[in-house]
């Protein structure tokens, strides 16, 4: 499948779904404490997306080739989970960093984004990930626009995280969006300027850098989901799910809650 441009028409329904998705991250803010368990969490997003929000939680029961279906509404990476941490009786404590990954399907069109939280008060390395990380989702973010290179977008992230000894996880990256969940192109969060597909207006995909402490490596645990750091180093992420316009970028999954964009 090409990539798509999409429609005046659908671009609207990814507006709508991309901040039903950031309104999930801002409700959940609050409940991320000390001694919450990630399924209470995920208990609590699956009741607002479905019972307020009328959406459907695309993680649930989503199986793409090679993975059994994913038994929980969303994702939440703890510690050393890279990403794909399954929602669990385990409760939060003191000084975790969690990622919570929403994606919801509002009309038929999705919206994809995520978020770090520091649970009571984390070590200053592992907020400093944190931050970084958001910092350079925003380096990616601003390298949108038509007529710039995917591979902008990647050497963009690469290119100010290593520099300060973190490394960039390779396996996994940001994606197409739209009628579908992962749609075409990929989109690395490595790479050299001016290469790979040249961006358009109208094209929506996400950003998500994972970031590592320590070396980039990933390996998978036995639950056929959750991924972590091969060096058990701390990994963070944050994602937006973006779209192409005549000037550059939008950020399709706002709301009031987002955390404010970066100096540039
Ligand atoms: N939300 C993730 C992403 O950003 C994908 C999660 S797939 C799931 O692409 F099945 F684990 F939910
Ligand atoms: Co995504
Ligand atoms: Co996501």
Redesign the pocket.
């Known amino acids: 499948m090409p990539v798509s441009i999409k429609t005046p028409q659908e671009i609207e329904k990814m507006r709508v779904a991309g901040r039903l998705t950031s309104e999930v991250l801002d409700y959940i803010t609050p409940f991320v404490k000390p001694g919450v368990t990630t399924d209470e969490l995920n208990m609590l997003c699956h009741n607002l997306i479905v019972d307020k929000q009328h959406g459907i939680p695309?993680?649930l029961n989503?199986a793409?080739d090679g993975?059994k279906p994913?038994p929980k509404s969303i994702?939440t990476s703890i510690n050393h989970q890279v990403?794909?941490g399954v929602p669990s009786n385990k409760a939060l404590k003191n000084g975790d960093i969690v990622n919570l990954?929403i994606?919801v399907i509002k009309d038929g069109y999705h919206g994809?984004s995520?978020r770090m939280f520091c649970v009571g008060e984390p070590s200053i390395q592992a907020r400093r990930l944190c931050e970084i990380t958001y910092q350079s989702l925003w380096r990616g973010i601003r390298a949108v626009k038509p007529g710039a290179y995917l591979g902008d977008i990647g050497h963009a992230i690469q290119s100010f995280v290593e520099p300060l000894g973190y490394s960039v996880v390779r396996e996994f990256c940001g994606?197409g969006i739209g009628r579908r969940?992962?749609e075409e192109p990929q989109i690395l969060h490595y790479g050299r300027p001016k290469t790979g597909l040249k961006l358009e207006a109208g094209m929506t995909f996400?950003i998500?850098p994972m970031i590592n402490v320590g070396k980039a490596a990933i390996k998978h645990l036995g639950d056929g989901?959750t991924v972590v750091t091969k060096d058990h180093s701390l990994s963070a992420q944050y994602?937006h799910t973006i779209l192409v316009t005549d000037t550059g970028f939008e950020i399709l999954t706002v709301s009031d809650g987002c955390p404010p964009p970066p100096a540039p």
């Open positions: 695309a993680p989503y793409p993975h994913y994702c990403c794909h990954d994606t994809d995520s994606h969940f992962h996400t998500e989901w994602e």
